[in-house]
């Protein structure tokens, strides 16, 4: 079965320096999110990405955040210089049908600031 | 701005017991609503979804849900829970008008499955 893997499933870093999260979405999706789960607290929408551009963004999705496809395949979240309260788990999900059909999510990456 | 409530933070359900979490949704316009569950260190699957039709919906590993616009809810119920249900249970609300502002998300409710 298809399915969306993301790497690393936990990179721990210090603060100010830059992450980069991968997910390889399932193939013959179109529309690609980020969503973070900071622990204890909810799932919140970060960005969807279509027709390799970003669609939305929330206000979390600040100017330290980028996302890129940069081969047909990976779907990459950066954020350039971390903070403490970045810590979180990081969720890639794709979905093929105008986007509002199901979304597949990855296992997540847990992001650690210290 | 569209918002989701699950009141209950954790629920404790003898195993072989019916289950019943609340879902609540503020929403303007007719509302897609999913239910993903959680299970430690996964990631969330899709239990079942309702766009429009049957306001009783079935979905996976026996869960159904119920739409009731009257009330404003989405609640995923089960006739007899498995120690294996015990997760992290989601309830989500999407925008009918397209996919590009993704879904919002309760804060989600611990189930417990007690033998």
């Known amino acids: 079965e298809p399915e969306v893997t993301q790497t690393p499933s936990h990179q721990v870093t210090q603060m100010g320096q830059e992450v980069i999260l991968r997910c390889v979405p399932i193939?013959?999706?179109?529309?690609f999110y980020w969503y973070r789960q900071i622990l204890g607290q909810k799932v919140e929408f970060l960005v969807s990405?279509?027709?390799?551009?970003?669609?939305?963004k929330s206000e979390i999705f600040d100017d330290q955040f980028s996302v890129e496809r940069p081969d047909g395949s990976n779907f990459t979240l950066k954020i350039r210089s971390t903070k403490l309260e970045d810590s979180a788990m990081y969720f890639c999900?794709?979905?093929?049908?105008?986007?509002?059909?199901?979304?597949?999510f990855g296992e997540g990456s847990r992001l650690t600031v210290l | 701005a569209q918002s989701v409530t699950q009141p209950d933070i954790h629920i404790t359900v003898s195993e072989g017991a019916s289950l019943e979490l609340r879902c609540n949704y503020s929403?303007?316009?007719?509302?897609?609503l999913f239910w993903y569950v959680q299970s430690p260190g996964q990631g969330l699957q899709l239990l079942l979804k309702y766009f429009s039709g049957d306001t009783l919906v079935q979905g996976i590993k026996g869960f159904e849900a119920e739409f009731k616009r009257s009330q404003s809810s989405f609640n995923l119920r089960k006739p007899s829970v498995h120690w294996s249900d015990a997760a992290e249970y989601f309830c989500a609300v999407g925008d009918s008008g397209g996919g590009a502002d993704g879904l919002t998300f309760g804060k989600g409710t611990h189930l417990i499955i007690q033998p």
């Open positions: 999900a794709s979905s093929g049908i105008g986007g509002i059909g199901e979304l597949f």
């Open positions: 193939s013959n999706h179109l529309y």
């Open positions: 929403y303007g316009a007719t509302p897609y």
């Open positions: 990405f279509y027709n390799n551009e970003i669609s939305e």
